[in-house]
């Protein structure tokens, strides 16, 4: 499979399907795991590290997975790919900019990602859509447990999985909870949340995780107590105590703006689109944000029924028709977040192109999908 | 360690300030540093975490073992010296030969807990697996006791008895 058969579509976890979707963008657990009798990756030679991979790769090869699988040399990709593979949410930052020899195993509808020579020997991931964290347990356990079959994890009956970090010893379980939470952070409460996160022990990082600021409202949440605590009960507690909670602050903020700082709202709404039809060069940060924004304003009118001028304004500058119209989908919104991002365009471009160029592009893009009826 | 203003209570917070390659240390308890107006830092990440605690380790020579300071694994030649540089372990051996100076650290790093409990490798011997179903159980046991929920509590040190009198067992059968 080439990266361009998938690159000009959304992938199955971010076409707005899946339990609380609106606001829950994607869950994804991840399993870190090293092979016993190896050293862990700081401390091997090329050499092992080649043989780790190789290992690895072929029993990842040879076990049957639901989707079919496809491998990804990540150390011999050009940078384009290997961004590409990270704004998908594939792989991470760490491991498409790494050293040495490494790789990943990547299922087909993108649900299920091996990566080898991470930080561990194996990072396995499953990412779907909504918040379906159960669903996501079900599959990467059954996954670990065939893995399992063929190799010895380093494992001690104390610390359980040996990592090399002791920060994810244990059960080497990294959930993550992308949420959007656009009305929180125009009603100014968005620190309350990131507090109350970090008072239950949560990370809480941007779009592409550790390092990245939280661009276009969207706020990954993950766990950072990794021994101690089982898988059962950290994914329970996520699914349902800790997202349920946020859900809820998050509509409260919404029926709040709706209430009481409705033209706040229609501002918000109304100037992205009005932007977002008319502008000729945008950068990722700022086509995060509206889209964003407009991304609430869909949202509020599915979901809520909300009618205002501002909302309106998102039907019917583009199609013409009432509110009722559903011409601008959340499926459309969702399409330019992923679609416009650098690597997206440059790949779907068919080569690489200067930031001023991007910024072109993507104009075009959005607009050219937001005036499409009118 | 005691705080450096109080000079009462136990130091908790430490920071670390590097400045133009000059490092300065401070050591406070909780109350202390809220009052300096030192908060901990905004989502740190847990490595980084680790690392300020390590870092802040030799300066009291007390809590750092003089056997783990020199120790070297035989497996990939790590030190503390050089974890604290890295904050990764070279292999799992590693968790037994620093075992005396992480396990605090690690448990400080992870809320407190200090051993494992969730999923087990199908291919674990069947003693560790019992093993760690005991420990489990004593955890589960000593969490009763506090809450003073003394049924569960007779109900948990029952599964315990039941499982070390199997082990038992096994262990007889297999000798004979």
């Known amino acids: ?374 | 360690m005691i705080c450096q203003i109080c000079k009462k209570l136990e130091a908790t917070i430490h920071l670390t300030e590097i400045t133009n390659g000059n490092r300065s240390e401070v050591h406070l308890c909780q109350a202390c540093a809220v009052e300096q107006g030192i908060a901990i830092k905004n989502q740190m990440p847990l490595n980084e975490l680790l690392g300020n605690l390590l870092a802040a380790a030799p300066a009291d020579e007390e809590l750092m073992s003089d056997l783990d300071s020199e120790q070297v694994c035989p497996n990939c030649g790590m030190t503390l010296e050089q974890f604290r540089k890295e904050a990764l372990f070279g292999c799992p051996n590693d968790y037994d030969v620093f075992e005396k100076t992480m396990a605090p650290l690690i448990e400080k790093a992870q809320d407190g807990h200090c051993s494992h409990c969730g999923k087990i490798p199908s291919k674990a011997p069947a003693d560790t697996k019992k093993q760690l179903e005991i420990l489990s159980l004593r955890q589960k046991l000593d969490a009763a006791v506090r809450t003073e929920d003394y049924e569960k509590a007779a109900e948990i040190r029952d599964q315990i008895n039941e499982l070390e009198k199997n082990s038992c067992t096994q262990h007889t059968s297999q000798n004979t």
């Open chain 1, 1 to 374: 499979m080439k990266l361009t058969d998938i690159s000009s579509d959304i992938n199955e976890w971010f076409s707005g399907k899946g339990p609380l979707s609106d606001i829950v963008i994607s869950s994804r657990i991840r399993l870190a795991r090293n092979l016993a009798g190896h050293k862990f990756l700081v401390r091997c030679s090329a050499c092992e590290k080649e043989e780790i991979l190789n290992k690895l790769k072929d029993i990842l090869i040879s076990i049957e997975l639901p989707d079919k699988t496809f491998y990804f040399s990540v150390d011999k990709a050009p940078i384009l790919d290997r961004s590409f593979l990270v704004e998908r949410h594939l792989i991470s930052r760490n491991h498409a900019f790494g050293k040495g020899p490494r790789g990943a195993v990547i299922a087909e509808r993108e649900s299920f990602t091996a990566m080898l020579n991470e930080e561990d020997h194996l990072r396995l991931q499953v990412l779907r859509g909504g918040l379906q964290l159960d669903e996501c347990f079900k599959h990467i356990n059954l996954i670990d447990d065939m893995i399992e079959h063929k190799v010895d994890y380093a494992f001690s009956p104390k610390y359980g999985y040996l990592t090399a970090c002791p920060t994810n010893v244990g059960t080497g379980i990294r959930i993550s909870v992308m949420l959007h939470l656009p009305a929180l952070k125009i009603i100014n409460q968005i620190d309350k949340f990131v507090n109350a996160a970090r008072d239950m022990g949560l990370a809480v990082r941007g779009l592409f995780g550790e390092g990245t600021e939280a661009t276009g409202d969207f706020y990954q949440l993950s766990n950072q107590i990794t021994l101690g605590i089982s898988e059962a009960q950290i994914v329970s507690k996520f699914e349902q105590q800790i997202i349920p909670e946020i859900v809820e602050f998050e509509n409260a903020a919404r029926k709040k703006l709706l209430l009481t700082q409705s033209s706040l709202l229609d501002d918000k709404i109304a100037r992205a689109m009005a932007l977002l039809k008319n502008a000729h060069l945008i950068s990722s940060q700022e086509a995060l944000l509206l889209l964003s924004h407009l991304r609430l304003g869909i949202n509020m009118h599915e979901k809520m029924g909300a009618s205002t001028p501002g909302i309106n304004s998102i039907y019917t500058m583009t199609s013409g028709r009432s509110a009722s119209a559903d011409t601008v989908s959340i499926q459309t919104i969702n399409r330019l977040f992923m679609l416009t991002l650098p690597a997206h365009l440059q790949l779907n471009h068919g080569k690489p192109l200067d930031p001023a160029d991007r910024d072109a592009l993507r104009a075009k893009i959005i607009r050219s999908a937001l005036n499409q009826d009118s």
